[in-house]
C-alpha cells in the first residue's frame, strides 16, 4: 500500500469522526444553546425527545432527552426532561451585553413556568411551552441535576384529566340506567293509553266538526234574518223620512204657534211682576182694600160680642141695658 493512500485514509477517517461528534452532540459547540431541566407531576405520554419547546408558541427549541430516575427506597420516580434552548432567539430589552449567558434564576424568580401542551389532535403528540405566570407556586426537584431548572405547572390536558377522574363515572352510569328505564316505562305507558286516547281524541274532533256545522248553519240563518231586519229598518227610516217631509210644515207652523203663545205668557207673566211690585198701584189699591176688610171684620166682632152680650140690644139699640 502506498504512503498517499494511508496518508488520504487516516484524513478521511479523521474528518469522519469530527462529523460524528458534531453530529451526536447536536452542533451544541456552534449553535448557542443552552439546556434547562423541567419535572412534570403528570403523565408525558405523547412527549418524544425532539418534540418542540415554544415560548408563548413561538418555537425556541427541543426536547433533548426524556430519562427516568428511580428511588427504590422512597418508591417514587422522577423524569427529569432535558430542554435544549437556542439562547440567540431570546434577546434581553434591558441593554445587556449580547452573548451573555440566560439568567434563568431571574426569570424564573419573574413568573417564568413550563407546561405540556398539545401539539396535534390527530396524533396526540404533545410539546413544551414556556410563559410568564407569575403567581404560580415554585416547586424545584432536581437541584441535583446540575442544569438550571425552570418550575412547572399543571396542563389544561392534565387538569382536565383530574376533574375526569374525580367524577363519580359508576354513579353517573346507574342514573343515567335508571333514568333510561323510566323513559322506557313512560314511553310504555304512553303506549298503552294512546289507543283510547286517540279514539276520545277522534270523537272529540267530529263532535267538533258536528258543533261548527250546526254553528255555521245558525250564523247563516241569523246573517238571513238580520239582512232582513236591516231591510225592514232601513224602509222604515225612509217612510219616517217621507213623514217628516210631509209634516215638516204642520210642524213649522206649530213651533211658530208655540212661539206666539211662549211670547203671550212672558207678556203676562212681566205683566203679574208689575201688579206685584211694592210700588205698584193695583197693590196699593189691594193693601187698602184688605185694610178696610180688617176693620170690617173687626167692627162685625164687636157688634157679635156685644149682641152675646146684649140681645135686646138688637131691638131696643145700644143705649138700653
Do not use: C
Not at 426537584?141 to 384529566?161: A, K, M, N, Q, W
Not at 258543533?211 to 231586519?229: F, I, K, P, Y
Not at 213651533?255 to 211670547?263: E, G, K, V, W
Amino acid at each position: 500500500m502506498r504512503p498517499a493512500t494511508v496518508g488520504a485514509f487516516i484524513i478521511g477517517a479523521f474528518g469522519l469522526t469530527v462529523l460524528l461528534i458534531l453530529f451526536f452532540s447536536g452542533t451544541h459547540w456552534f449553535s448557542g444553546a443552552s439546556r434547562v431541566v423541567v419535572f412534570f407531576h403528570e403523565s408525558i405520554a405523547g412527549l418524544d425527545a425532539g418534540a418542540p419547546v415554544t415560548l408563548r408558541g413561538a418555537p425556541i427549541g427541543l426536547v433533548k432527552s426524556i430519562t427516568i430516575r428511580l428511588s427504590p427506597g422512597a418508591i417514587t420516580a422522577r423524569i427529569p426532561v432535558v430542554l435544549e434552548l437556542q439562547s440567540n432567539k431570546v434577546t434581553w430589552e434591558d441593554n445587556k451585553p449580547a452573548g451573555e449567558e440566560v439568567d434563568y434564576e431571574r426569570l424564573v424568580e419573574t413568573g417564568l413556568r413550563a407546561q405540556l401542551a398539545l401539539q396535534s389532535f390527530i396524533t396526540g403528540q404533545l410539546r413544551v411551552d414556556l410563559d410568564f405566570r407569575p403567581g404560580t407556586p415554585v416547586e424545584l426537584v432536581g437541584r441535583d441535576e446540575g442544569l438550571p431548572e425552570i418550575p412547572t405547572i399543571e396542563s389544561d390536558l392534565g387538569h382536565f384529566r383530574e376533574e375526569v377522574t374525580k367524577l363519580k363515572l359508576k354513579e353517573l352510569a346507574e342514573a343515567g340506567q335508571r333514568a333510561l328505564s323510566a323513559v322506557e316505562r313512560l314511553s310504555d305507558h304512553l303506549d298503552a293509553e294512546m289507543g283510547p286516547l286517540s279514539m276520545s281524541i277522534h270523537n272529540t274532533l267530529d263532535a267538533a266538526t258536528h258543533t261548527l256545522e250546526d254553528t255555521d248553519e245558525a250564523v247563516r240563518r241569523v246573517q238571513a234574518e238580520a239582512s232582513t231586519a236591516l231591510h225592514d229598518a232601513d224602509l222604515l227610516l225612509v217612510d219616517a223620512h217621507r213623514q217628516v217631509d210631509n209634516r215638516s210644515g204642520e210642524l213649522s207652523r206649530a213651533l211658530i204657534s208655540a212661539d206666539r203663545a211662549a211670547n203671550q205668557a212672558e207678556i203676562f207673566l212681566k205683566s203679574l211682576n208689575s201688579l206685584a211690585e211694592p210700588r205698584s198701584q193695583f197693590r196699593s189699591n189691594l193693601e187698602a182694600a184688605v185694610r178696610d176688610l180688617s176693620a170690617t171684620a173687626s167692627s162685625l166682632r164687636s157688634f157679635a160680642e156685644t149682641v152675646e152680650r146684649n140681645p135686646d140690644s138688637l131691638l131696643l139699640g145700644r143705649g138700653s141695658r
